[in-house]
C-alpha cells in the first residue's frame, strides 16, 4: 500500500511538473503564410514582407522594396509564440524579440501594432499593420 501510494504521489509530481513548464499553444489562427508591408510615408522606411508562421513555432520571412513583391532585400528565420492578443518574433541572431498586439479581423485578416523591437531593428517606432493570409 505505501509503495502504491508513493507510486502515486511520483507520477503526480512529474504530471504537476511537466504542467508548469508546458507554455500556452500558439493561437492557431495565425499559422500560415501572410503577406503585409508598411506604408510609405509612414514613420518606419517602407516595406514588403511574405511571412510563413509554422505550426511548431518556427518562422520565415523574405522582405521586399515593392509591394509587388518583386524585389526581396533578405529572409529571415527563428521562432515565434503568439497568445492572447500577443505575439512574439524572435529572429535568430537577434538578441530580443519584436512585441507585436494583434487583433483578428477576420480569417485571413490581421491587424498587428509594433510595441517592442530589438534595438538593432531598422524602425525604433510603434507602428500598425494588417496582414493579409495567401491562399493556395
Known amino acids: 500500500m505505501k509503495r502504491t501510494f508513493s ?14 513548464t508546458s ?10 503564410t501572410w503577406k503585409g508591408l508598411r ?17 511548431d513555432g518556427t ?8 509591394a509587388q513583391q518583386t524585389r526581396p532585400i533578405q529572409s529571415e528565420h527563428g521562432t515565434w509564440t503568439a497568445a492572447n492578443g500577443k505575439n512574439e518574433m524572435k529572429t535568430a541572431g537577434v538578441p530580443t524579440p519584436d512585441v507585436y ?8 485578416t490581421v ?11 531598422d524602425c525604433q517606432e510603434e507602428y500598425a499593420f494588417t496582414e493579409r ?4
Open 59 to 66: 518562422f520565415t520571412i523574405t522582405f521586399f522594396r515593392d
Open 133 to 136: 493570409r495567401i491562399r493556395g
Open 111 to 121: 491587424h498587428y501594432v509594433n510595441v517592442a523591437s530589438d534595438p538593432s531593428g
Open 39 to 55: 506604408e510609405e510615408g509612414g514613420k518606419c522606411q517602407f516595406l514588403s514582407w511574405r511571412n510563413n508562421l509554422k505550426p
Open 23 to 32: 507554455k500556452p499553444a500558439n493561437d492557431p489562427a495565425l499559422v500560415g
Open 7 to 20: 507510486l502515486a504521489l511520483i507520477v503526480l509530481a512529474a504530471t504537476l511538473g511537466g504542467c508548469a
Open 101 to 108: 498586439t494583434y487583433k483578428l479581423i477576420d480569417a485571413d
